[in-house]
């Protein structure tokens, strides 16, 4: 994989990342729905567009990528090309989140984050207990909880 791409092909990798209906958001989702869970999607309304909403609940879940949130773990490595760029990049995206973060919790709404890791690579847990797992978080009542790779 040592490969050396140009700008044109990276720039078009990148482009193609999705934002929304990522592999794992799709998991947390189709987890949660077999088990009777119905959630708005990305509301755009609401300070970051959580992935998942559930209003009765007051509460959402962000299923947050390593490499865009800046996540202290395996599936992060700074970027080796355009430090600049991509350092302000990442570090606006986890800026945003704090903030989202601090005026979802004002409006009295719970916060659940799901890193990727949790659910991809090496440090991941088997999918059904990511799921049960936030299925005992939308049960409680804990303000704020983060569900991350081991």
């Given at each position: 994989m040592?490969?050396?791409?140009?700008?044109?092909v990276r720039?078009?990798?990148?482009?193609a990342i999705?934002?929304k209906?990522?592999?794992?958001?799709?998991?947390?989702r189709s987890g949660?729905?077999?088990?009777?869970?119905r959630?708005?999607l990305?509301?755009r309304?609401?300070?970051g567009s959580?992935?998942?909403?559930?209003p009765?609940?007051?509460?959402?879940?962000f299923?947050?990528g390593?490499?865009?949130?800046?996540?202290?773990?395996?599936?992060f490595?700074w970027?080796k090309?355009?430090?600049k760029f991509w350092?302000?990049?990442?570090e606006?995206n986890a800026?945003?989140?704090?903030?989202?973060?601090a005026s979802?919790?004002k409006d009295g709404w719970r916060?659940?984050?799901?890193w990727?890791c949790?659910?991809?690579?090496?440090?991941?847990f088997?999918?059904e207990q990511?799921?049960?797992?936030?299925?005992d978080?939308?049960e409680?009542k804990?303000?704020f909880?983060?569900i991350q790779?081991?």
């Amino acid at each position: 994989m040592g490969l050396n791409k140009t700008d044109p092909v990276r720039s078009r990798n990148m482009a193609a990342i999705k934002s929304k209906n990522t592999k794992p958001e799709v998991a947390v989702r189709s987890g949660l729905h077999a088990m009777g869970y119905r959630y708005y999607l990305h509301r755009r309304s609401l300070p970051g567009s959580p992935d998942l909403v559930f209003p009765r609940r007051r509460a959402v879940i962000f299923v947050n990528g390593c490499f865009w949130h800046r996540h202290n773990c395996h599936l992060f490595r700074w970027p080796k090309t355009r430090k600049k760029f991509w350092f302000e990049k990442i570090e606006g995206n986890a800026c945003n989140d704090k903030r989202n973060f601090a005026s979802l919790r004002k409006d009295g709404w719970r916060i659940l984050v799901i890193w990727e890791c949790a659910l991809r690579g090496k440090t991941r847990f088997p999918e059904e207990q990511v799921i049960l797992r936030t299925a005992d978080w939308l049960e409680g009542k804990c303000q704020f909880e983060v569900i991350q790779g081991r």
